[in-house]
């Protein structure tokens, strides 16, 4: 089982930035498929972004342009860059990973393939 952490989130006005920052440990390959995903009150939970041991990558709509995910290989840690943020923005974020052994791609991929679940960082964002 591959173990997430995540940490970095916090409170932060409108047009504000953080960084996200993911943890892994337990792993027995690269080959699998890393991502971001929010949750709000009420409201379902949503793919923000992910990226595969290609460096493809791939983000929701909405935060396309003031998001960046990446990865540090050699740390196993996975990081979102959130800039220009807007009070929509306001989840719990969780980092997820496809199991180890599979070999992902984020075109091959949606969020019924994460099935590795870190327990989540508030962010919140006002105006």
């Known amino acids: 089982q591959v173990q997430l952490v995540e940490s970095g989130g916090g409170s932060v006005q409108a047009g504000g930035s953080l960084r996200l920052s993911c943890a892994a440990s337990g792993y027995t390959s690269s080959t699998y498929c890393m991502g971001w995903f929010r949750q709000a009150p009420g409201k379902e939970r949503e793919k923000v972004a992910d990226?595969?041991?290609?460096?493809?990558?791939s983000y929701t709509e909405p935060v396309q342009g003031r998001f960046t995910i990446s990865e540090d290989n050699t740390k196993k840690t996975l990081y979102l860059q959130m800039n220009s943020l807007k009070p929509e923005d306001t989840a719990m974020y969780y980092c997820a990973a496809t199991h180890p052994l599979f070999m992902c791609k984020v075109s091959w991929v949606g969020i019924d393939e994460y099935n590795n679940w870190g327990q989540g960082t508030q962010v919140t964002v006002s105006s």
């Open positions: 990226i595969d041991s290609n460096g493809s990558t």
